[in-house]
C-alpha cells in the first residue's frame, strides 16, 4: 500500500506540474507526510505556518486518491471563513481544469447529484439542514464522493462564544 501511495503522490505532483505555468511544485516533509496519512484513510491536522501551502495538502490529496479509486468519485468540502479565499481557490482549481464549485442555494441540487472533485463553503453554509442531511445519509451521491472535510483558515472561526 505505501508504494501505491507514494505514487500516486507522485503521478499527482506531475499531473499538476505539468498543468500549472508557474514555478514546480516539490512537497515540503510536513506536507507529504500529510498527504500519506489522509491517504492511509487517517485524520490529519496540520498546524503550518501562514504561507506554507495547506491547501496544496488537500489538492495533492484530491488528485491522488482520485487516481487510486478510479471507480469512485473523490471529492473534498473545505469549510472556509472567507469568500475572497473561496473565490482565489476555485479560480485556481478551475485554472487547472479540475472542477471546483461553492456550495451555494442555486448549485446546490447539483452538487448533491454530481458532486465536483472540490466544494468549497463557509461553515454557515455546510451547517443547513439540507445539506447536511444529504451528507450524512449513506445513500447519497455526496456521501459516498466526499473522501476528506477541510476546515481551512481555522483561526479565523470563531468560537460559540463569539470571541476567536
Known sequence: ???????????????????????KIILKKEQEMAVK???????????????????????????AKG????SEKTCVLVISP?????????????????????????????????????????AEKVLEKSFLDELKNSNTAIHKAVSAIVVDESHTVESWTGKR
Open 37 to 63: 496519512e489522509l491517504l492511509d484513510g487517517k485524520d490529519v491536522m496540520a498546524i503550518l505556518p501562514t504561507g506554507f501551502g495547506k491547501s496544496l495538502i488537500f489538492t495533492i490529496f484530491a488528485i
Open 1 to 23: 500500500m505505501a508504494a501505491s501511495i507514494e505514487r500516486s503522490i507522485v503521478a499527482a505532483l506531475d499531473h499538476l506540474n505539468v498543468s500549472r505555468e508557474k514555478q
Open 82 to 122: 472567507l469568500k475572497s479565499i473561496i473565490d482565489d481557490q476555485i479560480a485556481e482549481m478551475t485554472s487547472l481544469n479540475y472542477r471546483a464549485l461553492e456550495l451555494s442555494v442555486d448549485n446546490m441540487a447539483s452538487i448533491l447529484s454530481d458532486p465536483p472533485q472540490f466544494v468549497y463553503c463557509t
Open 67 to 70: 487516481q487510486i479509486s478510479r
